[in-house]
Nanobody, 127 residues
Framework: QVKLVESGGALVQTGNSLRLSCVLSGGTFSSYAMGWFRQAPGKEREFVAAISWGGGTTLIADSAKDRFTVSRDSAKNTGYLQMYNLRPDDTAVYYC????????????????????WGQGTQVTVSS
């Protein structure tokens, strides 16, 4: 059973940085693409970033482009979402997700495309 555990959420001020981590267990890490989503109160879950199973391809949402990066470390079975220059509208619960996708070339942006989800970590950005 694949399990994802996120960490790294916090209360920060505008302009600060945070790095979220997501550890995958119970599966072969290198077979899974990883996605990051966020959900603010009263809003739908939205795509933030994704990285391919091999780490060679990444995709960042327009709202996060030039501020967020996504990466993965196979030695640690961990994916990362590095966030810079945070703004109050980045406030949300952030979720990591995994999709069994070994060999796939296209990254997915819909929550329904991912089979496994973490529990979420709260990021709050104060103005």
């Amino acid at each position: 059973q694949v399990k994802l555990v996120e960490s790294g959420g916090a209360l920060v001020q505008t302009g600060n940085s945070l790095r979220l981590s997501c550890v995958l267990s119970g599966g072969t890490f290198s077979s899974y693409a990883m996605g990051w989503f966020r959900q603010a109160p009263g809003k739908e879950r939205e795509f933030v970033a994704a990285i391919s199973w091999g780490g060679g391809t990444t995709l960042i949402a327009d709202s996060a482009k030039d501020r967020f990066t996504v990466s993965r470390d196979s030695a640690k079975n961990t994916g990362y979402l590095q966030m810079y220059n945070l703004r109050p509208d980045d406030t949300a619960v952030y979720y990591c997700a995994a999709r069994l996708s070994f060999g796939e070339l296209r990254l997915r942006m819909l929550p329904s495309d991912y089979e496994y989800w973490g529990q979420g970590t709260q990021v709050t950005v104060s103005s």
